[in-house]
Structure formats: structure tokens, C-alpha cells
């Protein structure tokens, strides 16, 4: 589980970060399904989403290291294996 204060760490702060080292801007509904993904501190979003909240899989690892980087996620096997996407 992530720590209390990476609730602290906001989009803005993942999109720089991963814009500087892997030289794009992850989309909010990218950061948020990582989230689910990686940190499970979020709710699976419903069923209505859509397919472009997905995060791609080419930009997922991005997002991770910047996961890494702010200590929202601990470098264990269990957390940085991709789980399944959620099933719609």
C-alpha cells in the first residue's frame, strides 16, 4: 500500500516528471488508471468507461517510474508486475 503522503503528490507533479524523463504528457485518465493499477488506492472506475481513459501500454512504465520516483510505490515483485487490465 502507498504511503499516506503520496495522496499529496498531484497530476501536474507525474506529468512533469514524466515529461522531462520519458518525453511525454500523461493524460489525467492515464494517471488515475495507473493508480488502479499499480497503487490500488483507487476504486476500479465503473463500467462506463471509456476506452481512451485506458492508459496505453507503452506509457504505463512512465508513469511507474514516476511512481518510483515520488515513493508512492516501493520497488517489490509483487507491485511492479503488470496486473490485468480490468474486464469491462
Not at 500500500?1 to 489525467?28: C, K, T, Y
Request: aromatic content about 12%; charged content about 30%; hydrophobic content about 30%.
Amino acid at each position: 500500500m502507498a504511503p499516506a503522503f503520496s495522496n499529496s503528490i498531484s497530476d501536474l507533479d507525474i506529468q512533469r516528471w514524466v515529461e522531462e524523463h520519458f518525453g511525454f504528457v500523461p493524460h489525467p485518465y492515464w494517471i488515475r488508471h495507473c493508480r488502479e493499477l499499480f497503487l490500488r488506492d483507487l476504486e476500479p472506475t465503473p463500467e462506463d468507461r471509456r476506452p481512451w481513459h485506458e492508459c496505453p501500454q507503452d506509457k504505463r512504465e512512465g508513469i511507474r517510474q514516476a511512481f518510483l520516483h515520488f515513493r508512492m510505490l516501493s520497488e517489490s515483485p509483487t507491485e511492479t508486475t503488470y496486473p490485468l487490465v480490468h474486464s469491462k
